[in-house]
């Protein structure tokens, strides 16, 4: 029996012993190499993440498990986001600077003239207070639309939702830009559907006239404008389209931003925005809990696509289409 013992304790327990010894620090560096394989991506996005509050933006690589590079991954987006983000504050305080002071500097330079006795003449000087009342004009509308768009994003904007028959509406916004189609002699083709949507009146009027403003300035002479008010499914529409350069794929993601100009080689004045009546209409339609959109293709021109929602109202369609030449 002592043999036997010795025997089993010599020929078995040693060896499994040893084994046991082996599969433990093998265990042991396996699993550092998991952790590490875990936390060193762990660190990496740490310390990006300390690396922002410095002002520095870096990715990080893409690596360890599934779930550390999906979160690899979302920082990274998250980053291009508040890049873009800062960069878009960057413009938009480059670009109001800008917008205030060609006016501001045309106001001065001819109040200057005047309190200089530099213009005398009765015609000279009505000549030269008419282009402050227009410069001063101009400022009291690029603040007004500054001031619309911050209550906008704040929320303080007050939308008042009635019944309002959008057909009505698009109806008056080509009555009062008449003069501006008839004096590029435009022709106009409008498809007008009986649409009543619960939706601010006054709001929706200026959608339609932003986006008929501007495919009016940016379509040639003698070209073709359409105007569209229907019902598709659950959603109001309402469709601009313009026969102007088209607007490029990059060009068409920054759009709706604010004071981003498609043609920044245009000459400044009153014949010109200032980039704000797209983003105004977005925010506008944001408020509605709708969404606007725009297909383009440079040469062909674009079309804005407005879709505001029904809410338990059942819109009528009368099927009239008129065609007419504005």
Do not use: C
Request: net charge neutral; glycine share 10%.
């Amino acid at each position: 029996d002592i043999s036997i013992s010795v025997l089993f304790q010599d020929e078995l327990m040693k060896p499994l012993f040893r084994a046991g010894i082996i599969a433990l620090i093998i265990s042991f560096f396996i699993g550092w190499l998991i952790a590490r394989w875990i936390t060193r991506p762990l660190e990496k996005i740490s310390a990006a993440a300390g690396q922002i509050a410095g002002g520095d933006y870096v990715a990080v690589p893409i690596e360890g498990p599934e779930e550390v590079r999906q979160l690899a991954g979302s920082f990274n987006e998250m980053i291009g986001k508040v890049e873009d983000s800062l960069q878009s504050q960057r413009d938009f305080v480059a670009n109001v600077s800008h917008e205030f002071k060609t006016p501001l500097t045309s106001i001065q330079g001819f109040a200057q003239a005047i309190s200089d006795e530099a213009i005398t003449g009765k015609k000279e000087t009505k000549k030269a207070a008419g282009i402050i009342l227009n410069e001063t004009d101009r400022l009291n509308h690029l603040v007004n639309d500054l001031l619309l768009l911050a209550r906008l994003d704040a929320g303080t904007m007050a939308i008042e939702k009635t019944d309002v028959d959008v057909s009505l509406i698009a109806e008056n916004v080509l009555e009062r830009l008449r003069f501006l189609i008839q004096n590029k002699k435009l022709k106009i083709t409008k498809h007008l559907d009986k649409l009543v949507l619960n939706a601010d009146g006054e709001k929706i009027n200026q959608v339609i006239t932003n986006l008929l403003d501007n495919a009016i300035k940016y379509s040639p002479e003698g070209s073709e404008i359409g105007l569209s008010v229907h019902q598709e499914e659950n959603s109001g529409v309402i469709e601009v389209k313009d026969s102007g350069p088209g607007i490029s794929k990059n060009d068409q993601k920054r759009i709706f931003e604010r004071f981003f100009q498609v043609d920044k080689s245009r000459k400044g004045g009153l014949g010109r925005g200032v980039g704000l009546g797209l983003a105004i209409a977005k925010q506008i339609i944001i408020a509605h809990d709708g969404d606007i959109q725009v297909t383009s293709q440079t040469g062909a021109g674009s079309t804005f696509v407005v879709l505001l929602p029904i809410h338990g109202k059942t819109t009528t369609k009368n099927g009239r289409k008129n065609n007419t030449s504005g």
